[in-house]
T-cell receptor
Framework: AQSVTQLGSHVSVSEGALVLLRCNYS??????LFWYVQYPNQGLQLLLKYTSAATLVKGINGFEAEFKKSETSFHLTKPSAHMSDAAEYFC??????????FGKGTKLSVKP | EPEVTQTPSHQVTQMGQEVILRCVPISNHLYFYWYRQILGQKVEFLVS????????KSEIFDDQFSVERPDGSNFTLKIRSTKLEDSAMYFCASKTSGPGYNEQFFGPGTRLTVL
């Protein structure tokens, strides 16, 4: 069975600082991994996805994530935070049936 | 840009009442999903729907729940007799085809409050 763990329910960074949001997965098969972002009062928007083509995945808004099989991790990073990055971020793994299994989410705050 | 829409954005109901949550998936998508998020908890899968039938459902999706695609555009989730613990944000999602690497597109959600 697949599962996802997101460390840190709330992360706060200063504008311009590095953003690092952690995600670890458990999967009995090669995983398909996703990061979604949710802005207030909006739905979930895909940031990026890992589908085994390349271990370093680039997404929208300057975010990227690196798949590390040895560490069962798929952490999300952005070199320089912007105020507009404040949102909730969800890591997810695709189940063998195709539905998504989500982590609990990490709320990112960006201080001016 | 095509998007998934959901109505209503907020529904308040009394315990024991029936509610229907509506979704309009992206028009050329073939796979449809419902998820829910209880306040402060993770987003949880409820059900997937393909070719006019349920393809997968979670333990949460008991006999109180049903889904339907009544016409070519709408996809509905019905809760027959709501309970307090059904209060949550309900998200509809759709995607073009089945493989797990394909992106699911999510609607903005319906916040259901059961009193």
């Amino acid at each position: 069975a697949q599962s996802v763990t997101q460390l840190g329910s709330h992360v706060s960074v200063s504008e311009g600082a590095l953003v690092l949001l952690r995600c670890n997965y458990s999967s009995s098969v090669p995983p398909y991994l996703f990061w979604y972002v949710q802005y207030p009062n909006q739905g979930l928007q895909l940031l990026l996805k890992y589908t085994s083509a390349a271990t370093l995945v680039k997404g929208i808004n300057g975010f990227e994530a690196e798949f590390k099989k040895s560490e069962t991790s798929f952490h999300l990073t952005k070199p320089s935070a912007h105020m507009s990055d404040a949102a909730e971020y969800f890591c997810a793994v695709s189940s063998t049936q195709g539905n998504l299994i989500f982590g609990k989410g990490t709320k990112l705050s960006v201080k001016p | 840009e095509p998007e998934v829409t959901q109505t209503p954005s907020h529904q308040v109901t009394q315990m024991g009442q029936e509610v229907i949550l509506r979704c309009v998936p992206i028009s050329n998508h073939l796979y449809f999903y419902w998820y829910r998020q209880i306040l402060g908890q993770k987003v949880e899968f409820l059900v997937s729907f393909y070719n006019n039938e349920i393809s997968e459902k979670s333990e949460i999706f008991d006999d109180q729940f049903s889904v339907e695609r009544p016409d070519g555009s709408n996809f509905t989730l019905k809760i027959r007799s709501t309970k307090l613990e059904d209060s949550a944000m309900y998200f509809c999602a759709s995607k073009t085809s089945g493989p797990g690497y394909n992106e699911q597109f999510f609607g903005p959600g319906t916040r259901l409050t059961v009193l």
